[in-house]
Structures are given as structure tokens and as C-alpha cells.
């Protein structure tokens, strides 16, 4: 077998290890680790630069693309499934928005071991490792920081609205 052959099929299973581990290591995390821990609290804060998800609009035309690309939770039958929101109750926004606080960190979690793969692989394909972590994740990442603000605008609305009519 050629050399470059092995190294993609090392990559290959190295980077299925860590997708497929990251992922359902996360859905035990409990929902209220997503709420509470103080260092996630900051990574999922929208901040004002992010113009409550519209700069993902704006910088990558997000709304046109992210319909396209697969929802993991309903590529491997693990997890909420976040292609659509399946209801419009009062619990399902909540729960909306934390599973896309448990993707987002998936994503982050999976480029962290991307330094691993200079270990054994040549510079150059160390760096394909590399564009190949940023390409698959950063588009999820962007999904998520566009969704939750806008997840969370409505929430408020309709809190408001159900307030209002008591």
C-alpha cells in the first residue's frame, strides 16, 4: 500500500474517532451544563459585533447555504434534530437553543485535536488536515451563532405575547 493511501486512511479514522467521540460524548453532557458553566455562558454569548446573528448574513450569506448542509443528528439518529423546528410550543425554543449551543461546542471541540494530525503527518498533509477541519466546522459554527439570537428574539416576542394576553 502507498504511503500517501495509508496516510488517508489514518486520517481518514482519526478524524471519524474524533467527530463520531466529540459528538456523542457531548450529548451526555447534561442541559444545564449548556445554561450554567460560566466559561460556555461567554462562548455562546452573542455579542454586539455578531448584530444578534445578521453579520453572519451579511459576511456569509448564511440563510442562502445552511439548509443545505446535513443536520448530524439526523445523519447518525443521535440527538435533536436541528434541520427544522419540528414545533413552535413555549419548550420547544428553549430547546432549540440549547441544542444549538451543544453543536456549536461540538464543532469547537472537534478542530481542538487538529494539532494531533502534524504528529505523523508530512507538513503538507498536516496542512490539508487543517483545511479540512476549518472547512467541514466553521460552516456549523456560523450556523448556530446565526440561529440562536434569532431563536431567542422570537422566544421573547411570543414570552411577550403570552404575558400580554394574561
Known sequence: MSQILILIV???????????????GLLKVSDLTFSNHPFLKKLFKSYAWEDEGEFWERKTGVKEWKDRLPDGASLFGLGYKKKHLAA???????????ETKR????????????????????????????????????????????????????QKMKERKRTFKK
Open 88 to 98: 413552535k410550543s413555549q419548550v420547544d425554543y428553549p430547546k432549540f437553543i440549547l
Open 10 to 24: 489514518v486520517n481518514g479514522v482519526a478524524w471519524f474517532i474524533i467527530h463520531f467521540g466529540v459528538s456523542v
Open 103 to 154: 453543536a456549536e461546542l461540538t464543532h469547537w471541540m472537534i478542530l481542538l485535536p487538529v494539532p494531533l494530525f502534524f504528529l505523523w503527518n508530512p507538513l503538507w498533509a498536516a496542512w490539508l488536515n487543517v483545511l479540512y477541519a476549518l472547512t467541514i466546522n466553521l460552516p456549523f459554527i456560523i450556523i448556530q451563532r446565526y440561529n440562536r439570537p434569532r431563536l431567542a428574539r422570537i
